[in-house]
């Protein structure tokens, strides 16, 4: 053996143990190497003859065939732990979509028995490209030097905002250090910075003897656990941004990770690291649901009628002293049936109607004065500040433009009226379908932009990708129904829920039947 430049006598020199002669043969699996056998010293000659190595080759057939059997098994146990791993981690992933942390957490602890190691922390990262200003006066002016850290690929600052600790050995328990400190027992060797700047994974078989980190090496806590090897890498998103490193400390038997632990760790942080979409995806929704929400704020409150306006119909405060909140329905209804129009005074009888005469206030009045002669105020127990607010507020939401306006939207809604009142159609509908159309009427043309659905197609206007077809029409009922929904102008609130749907399904067909393009097809 001495004359073998491969060999070196490292072992020997440890173990104060002579080798003279070696007889080495592979165990391959195909084409992959599965172990090497060793036979060493032979006992009656100076080295192995070609008759040893005849009867080695014989019992090795045999010996191998077990070997394969015990490295299949081992493959068998390492793809189920795999399938497991990632089962249980979708389960989570899906489960949670609010929160990132909140997804890596129970990730993680949910598959905490299939990872086959003591202990392992998730590190968080900053996702911040670009700081505030007021981050960065301080360094302008000198106060703070300018940080001169590692950075990762795509060149953000190596800040961990959170690290979480799972401990596996003894009694489990999970610590969460928030802005941990850089003297962190997880951060102070550097591995997880190294592995946040390069994106590259490391498997550190001996702890003790590496020199590219400084791992502690005497106990951790009062346990007396000490970290042995160490297998760390990075949680990659679809964006191919590190968004964290996970670090796993000293495997249950005792044996540094291998190539199926690595295997196996790097499909559940690939995984989680592309889970991280769904998160974002979530998180753009909610903000899209809030910008959505501020949109329609803003345009309620300009469209809202408001305490001053409400004045102009129903003057509670000169007659009576204060807000028509304050007032009884009794005394609303008196102070109506002085400042509302009779219904003879403009005629909304008549199909001669004319509007020209009109105010567009005087319009909003006999608007009001419609619901009263239809008799669903009562029937329907709809609160008349409600009712005033609700009609003056529809006349607001119509745009000023040359026809499709308030006044039209008046017309409509009168030639409705008209046609179940002196058409006499009211007998063939009940009075909840007459509160339905009249209501649709008013509404059916509402923020109307004096243009038709082919010009937003063209257009490419955001209401056309919004509804496929009747593009307007839809617009208007989604509008009108909006309304409805804020609780100041909810002329449907004593309704029940039955009649509440069929009222709201009854304006739907209405609004939309105003589409001509569906009588053209």
Not at 125 to 141: A, G, I, R
Not at 244 to 272: A, C, I
Request: aromatic content about 12%.
């Amino acid at each position: 053996i001495a004359q073998c430049a491969q060999f070196s006598p490292f072992v020997d020199e440890l173990t104060d143990y002579t080798t003279k002669s070696i007889l080495a043969t592979p165990i391959l699996n195909g084409k992959d190497l599965v172990a090497v056998i060793l036979a060493v010293n032979k006992q009656n000659g100076p080295y192995f003859t070609s008759s040893d190595e005849t009867l080695f080759l014989k019992y090795l057939n045999f010996a191998s065939l077990n070997l394969k059997i015990y490295h299949l098994s081992y493959l068998h146990n390492c793809e189920t732990r795999r399938g497991q791993v990632l089962l249980w981690s979708a389960n989570k992933v899906f489960e949670e979509l609010t929160d990132i942390e909140r997804q890596f957490h129970k990730a993680f602890y949910t598959v905490r028995a299939y990872l086959n190691c003591d202990r392992y922390s998730v590190g968080l990262l900053d996702m911040t490209k670009q700081k505030e200003f007021f981050d960065l006066w301080p360094v302008l002016l000198g106060e703070v030097p300018p940080y001169s850290g590692p950075r990762t690929p795509d060149g953000r600052e190596i800040v961990f905002y959170k690290v979480i600790d799972y401990i596996l050995h003894g009694k489990e328990d999970i610590k969460v250090i928030p802005n941990p400190t850089p003297d962190h027992w997880a951060l102070v060797t550097g591995l997880p910075a190294y592995v946040a700047e390069s994106g590259f994974i490391c498997n550190i078989m001996n702890a003790a003897a590496d020199e590219m980190f400084n791992f502690q090496e005497g106990p951790l806590d009062e346990s007396g656990w000490t970290i042995k090897n160490v297998l760390s890498m990075p949680i990659v998103n679809k964006k191919e941004e590190i968004v964290g490193v996970v670090t796993f400390y000293n495997r249950k038997d005792g044996k540094p990770f291998d190539e199926q632990d690595e295997t196996l760790m790097e499909s559940l942080t690939q995984f989680l690291g592309w889970s991280v979409l769904n998160t974002d995806t979530y998180d753009k929704m909610n903000k899209l649901e809030n910008r959505k929400d501020i949109a329609q704020d803003m345009v309620l409150y300009h469209v809202k009628c408001d305490n001053d306006e409400i004045q102009q119909i129903l003057p509670t405060r000169e007659k009576l002293g204060k807000e028509p909140s304050e007032c009884e329905e009794e005394e609303l209804a008196s102070i109506l049936k002085e400042e509302l129009p009779g219904p003879t005074k403009f005629e909304i009888y008549e199909f001669r109607f004319s509007d020209f005469d009109c105010t567009e206030l005087e319009l909003v009045k006999c608007g009001i004065q419609m619901y009263y002669e239809l008799g669903v105020v009562k029937k329907f127990q709809i609160p008349q500040e409600v009712l005033v607010r609700f009609v003056y507020s529809v006349s607001k939401g119509y745009r000023k433009i040359t026809y499709h306006n308030w006044r039209h939207g008046f017309n409509v809604a009168q030639t409705m009226f008209t046609l179940l009142m002196t058409g006499k159609l009211k007998r063939y509908y009940t009075d909840l379908e007459a509160l339905a159309m009249v209501t649709a009427a008013l509404c059916h043309d509402i923020d109307h932009r004096g243009t038709n659905n082919l010009y937003q197609m063209k257009s490419q206007n955001p209401l056309a990708k919004l509804h496929g077809s009747s593009i307007l029409e839809r617009h208007h009922l989604e509008f009108g129904k909006f309304l409805l929904s804020e609780e100041s102008l909810n002329i449907c609130q004593n309704l029940n829920r039955r009649q509440h749907e069929h009222m709201i399904h009854l304006m739907e067909i209405a609004i939309i039947a105003t589409d001509l393009a569906l009588y053209f097809k």
